[in-house]
């Protein structure tokens, strides 16, 4: 047995892994099929040494190839003892399959269709149409159990015509009668010409995808954004609450500690006045005992002798005006704090009313916006600083437009101009939300944004302190602390970039008929943001772009 699998192993080639057809022998004596080796010798042209792919031996010139007879006979038995051979049960046919048409008795699943005959063969039976010649020529394809559907009804041909008039397949004969003087085409040839416009749409379909999948993605970021700031306002606001919260019971308190000094005072003062009437009384008690009791003197001359005895009564210095003003102590404080509450409520209720305008304004920035007027209203004029911009460039139209010279201009020293690039910053800070356009005229322009305290001689976008979007006639490339990201998208002369400062959102977009989002970063800005733009190459140029 292992003797025969050895033998067996010999009679396939060892370049289609399959049994030797046409099977011819190398000088070498390693065989091969006629068709596989010719194709390998034939890459071998143009090096005019021909090498055997399994010992790698070289032969000059190309050798005559002759049949192995014997190879031949061996090959045939095999295909005998197979065909001979009980097939195994999953290669009968079951009830999705399709059935050989040849096959008697119990039917074999079929692994072939035959377009020509037409007919479906399992592998015994459509083994002639690999070895006979003129079964070479049929169209084969996968088993289908639709064949009589590519058969004419009237005629009882295979229908490999296109009537491309009446849309349909017919057969030759179905053209000299009923289809004569139609457009008809080969069938082969209409499924060409559909098969392109199908790989067109496919195409089309395959470039919707990716761009709604980078829709989805960004939507996704866009959702992260939403909920990093919201969190981060609810935060903040819980902080800015608490701190008013914190200042009412610091207010309530001094009021209150005001209140019982201020009540502690008057307790005070009305206690003294109250223990010198007491005082008074105990005083006058005394005298009018004194008074009863000579009053009683029966004794005239005694009575008279002690009268004149009895000082004068004073008059009172502490009770004249006691009950002159009404009961009104801490009254009017009370009406103070509640004059401050109407106030606060006032102030609370016109003020809440503009915090929930601004919530109900947040509006994403949808990625399916094409147009300019959502972010119109964001616009910002943007002029360039000349104490920023580099000598080799040239500021004009009101400071609008930038221009890459070689000839140096006269600016006067200025800590913050640069140095060591093409560059310049706008004069304007950017802290809200902006929005503004670059127009390219010519050359390698970085469109970018960048802290003021970006070093003289650093790149834009090739630091931590800035973002630029590079940009010229071959496409975009997006730079931030020295990584470079490629950026598809259609190439355009103007350039649009969007800011949000507080929600960490910058985007640049490919404006022309529509708007095409190009990039978008998603970070936390820590500083105002500077309009920057760095110029490459001779004569290059860029203008900011007076927004309507």
Not at 151 to 174: A, W
Not at 179 to 202: F, I, N, W
Not at 335 to 360: C, F, G, P, Y
Request: aromatic content about 6%.
């Amino acid at each position: 047995m292992a003797q025969r699998g050895v033998q067996q192993e010999k009679i396939f080639c060892s370049i289609c892994l399959d049994l030797l057809k046409d099977q011819v022998t190398i000088p070498c004596g390693h065989s091969y099929c006629m068709k596989c080796i010719k194709t390998h010798w034939d890459g071998e042209d143009q090096r005019r040494k021909y090498s055997c792919p399994q010992c790698r031996k070289e032969f000059i010139p190309r050798p005559v190839l002759e049949k192995n007879i014997m190879l031949a006979e061996m090959v045939m038995d095999l295909k005998k003892t197979k065909r001979k051979a009980v097939p195994p049960v999953d290669c009968y046919v079951g009830s999705e399959d399709v059935a050989c048409d040849v096959c008697t008795g119990r039917k074999r699943k079929a692994v072939k269709s035959c377009l020509s005959c037409p007919a479906s063969y399992c592998e015994d039976h459509l083994q002639p149409h690999h070895d006979a010649p003129p079964l070479k020529k049929h169209k084969l394809v996968n088993p289908s159990k639709n064949l009589q559907e590519r058969i004419c009804s009237r005629h009882d041909e295979v229908m490999k015509i296109f009537c491309r008039t009446d849309q349909q397949c017919i057969c030759y004969l179905c053209t000299m009668d009923e289809h004569k003087d139609h457009e008809t085409v080969p069938a082969a040839a209409e499924r060409a010409e559909k098969q392109k416009e199908l790989q067109e749409s496919r195409q089309q379909i395959h470039q919707r995808i990716q761009d709604q999948e980078k829709d989805v993605k960004l939507l996704q970021q866009e959702v992260e954004a939403i909920n990093v700031s919201a969190d981060k306002a609810v935060e903040d606001s819980e902080k800015i609450f608490t701190e008013m919260i914190r200042l009412l019971q610091e207010r309530s308190s001094d009021v209150k500690q005001q209140i019982r000094s201020q009540q502690e005072t008057e307790v005070s003062r009305v206690k003294d006045v109250q223990e010198k009437l007491e005082q008074e009384i105990t005083e006058l008690k005394r005298k009018d005992a004194e008074l009863e009791q000579l009053s009683h003197t029966e004794d005239h001359n005694q009575f008279l002798l002690n009268y004149p005895s009895l000082p004068a009564l004073s008059e009172s210095t502490h009770s004249s005006s006691i009950n002159i003003r009404p009961l009104r102590y801490f009254e009017d404080v009370t009406a103070a704090v509640s004059e401050l509450r109407d106030i606060m409520q006032d102030v609370l209720k016109q003020s809440w009313r503009n915090i929930k305008l601004k919530i109900t304004e947040v509006d994403v920035l949808l990625l399916g916006l094409k147009t300019r007027d959502g972010f119109l209203k964001y616009s910002q004029k943007i002029t360039l600083d000349p104490n920023t911009a580099h000598r080799n460039v040239l500021l004009s139209e009101r400071k609008r437009k930038v221009i890459r010279t070689n000839q140096q201009q006269f600016y006067p020293d200025h800590p913050d101009r640069f140095t060591g690039r093409s560059q310049a910053l706008s004069r304007e800070s950017l802290t809200g939300r902006c929005y503004w356009e670059v127009k390219r005229r010519a050359g390698e322009v970085y469109v970018a944004v960048s802290y003021k305290n970006i070093s003289s001689t650093g790149g834009f976008g090739f630091n931590d302190k800035s973002w630029s979007l590079r940009c010229d006639t071959q496409g975009y490339i997006f730079c931030h602390n020295h990584i470079l990201t490629p950026v598809p998208g259609p190439v355009s002369s103007r350039i649009g970039v969007y800011l949000d400062h507080r929600a960490g959102i910058l985007c640049f977009y490919s404006v022309s008929e529509t708007m095409t989002l190009l990039h978008r970063v998603q970070t936390s800005f820590t500083q105002p943001l500077y309009a920057g733009v760095w110029l490459l190459g001779d004569e290059s140029s860029a203008k900011f772009i007076k927004l309507k």
